[in-house]
């Protein structure tokens, strides 16, 4: 069939062009002049409307993806994109933006703790002043 056609091509080198018309005219005839002006109109419409879609689609986007908390170290406000690490402007410490707000990333080998459960007591700091002694040590870093 497909080198019957070419046999065709080969005898009338024009036959390709005049294909091409002939399918071009029974298009038209098909879907008709108001189809095209129509398909045309509504293709126009689409590039009009794209980027408009594509802005509600960005911010819905955003609206899901953005994180409103605070600095978990200095209570600043932050915000956020999901699973985004940025540093904290008011004390410079790394933060990760989770589902439920802002989290400290902590740097390889290093643990952090949180305060669970404190007992207050009333301590008098008028006349000494409590100091906590910590001591720090840093550990080795792993053999890779
Ligand atoms: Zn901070």
């Known amino acids: 069939m497909n080198q ?3 046999q065709l091509q080969g005898r009338f080198p024009q036959l390709g062009c005049w294909v091409f018309l002939l399918i071009s005219f029974w298009v038209v005839g098909a879907i ?3 189809g095209i ?7 126009v419409l689409f590039l009009l409307l794209a980027p408009v879609l594509g802005f509600w689609a960005l911010q819905f986007w955003v609206k899901r993806n953005l994180v409103e ?3 978990p170290v200095c209570n600043q406000p932050l915000t956020g ?3 985004m690490k940025i540093p904290c402007p008011s004390c410079g410490t790394e933060v990760m933006a989770t589902e439920d707000g802002f989290e400290r990333v902590s740097a390889d080998g290093v643990i952090d703790v949180q305060v669970v459960d404190t007992q207050t007591s009333v301590v008098d700091v008028s006349d ?9 040590q840093r550990l080795p870093e792993a053999e890779v």
């Open 4 to 6: 019957n056609f070419n």
């Open 32 to 34: 008709g002049i108001t």
């Open 37 to 43: 002006i129509k398909s045309i109109f509504a293709l």
């Open 69 to 71: 908390g605070s600095c």
């Open 81 to 83: 994109l999901k699973k």
């Open 128 to 136: 000494t002043a409590t100091t906590i002694d910590v001591e720090v």
